[in-house]
């Protein structure tokens, strides 16, 4: 599948709210966001009936992959509301080098907008849908399993791997 969704401006102001005190402190507003949407999800009998459907294409946690114009992979899962979850979105007070190059996030997972994702981007395309509301359900705990301080390893624990964890749970 390609380019088949909708994306709109970055609501940039809506997770202004992530992105101010400690470390921790992002990590655990990020992780109460996917808990209220966690208790949103199991209230919706049909996702493809929600006004969010309607105006992205996207049902919460489907993957997205992005090839970017320098030719580099990325992933991330959809949430709602134009949000995103993916690695590296972390407020930058989370994050550390590795090496001289490479600077991450130590919060594996962080919030971002899909917009953000689609800037400089050649090329997205959803991974999997999820079959049914149980299958949302399960995704979304998964998903809250991996906000917090983990190790990213650019080989066996980078964005790809993560979000291959929260789509398929292995």
């Not at 849908?129 to 979304?140: F, I």
């Amino acid at each position: 599948m390609g380019n088949n969704f909708k994306i709109t401006h970055s609501k940039s102001k809506k997770l202004e709210k992530f992105n101010y005190g400690s470390c921790d402190d992002s990590i655990e507003k990020t992780r109460e966001y996917l808990k209220k949407m966690l208790n949103k999800f199991k209230k919706i009998d049909d996702f493809t009936k929600t006004d969010d459907y309607k105006k992205y294409k996207l049902l919460p946690c489907q993957q997205l992959r992005r090839i970017s114009k320098q030719m580099v992979y990325h992933a991330c899962v959809y949430i709602y509301d134009g949000i995103i979850l993916e690695l590296g979105s972390a407020p930058k007070k989370c994050s550390r080098k590795l090496g001289n190059l490479l600077t991450v996030s130590e919060n594996t997972c962080g919030l971002s907008t899909l917009y953000q994702f689609k800037k400089n981007s050649k090329y997205i395309r959803i991974v999997r849908t999820p079959n049914d509301e149980t299958d949302v359900v399960k995704r979304m705990k998964r998903a809250l399993e991996c906000v917090g301080h983990l190790d990213y390893h650019p080989i066996y624990n980078n964005c790809i791997t993560r979000m291959n964890y929260i789509t398929y749970g292995n």
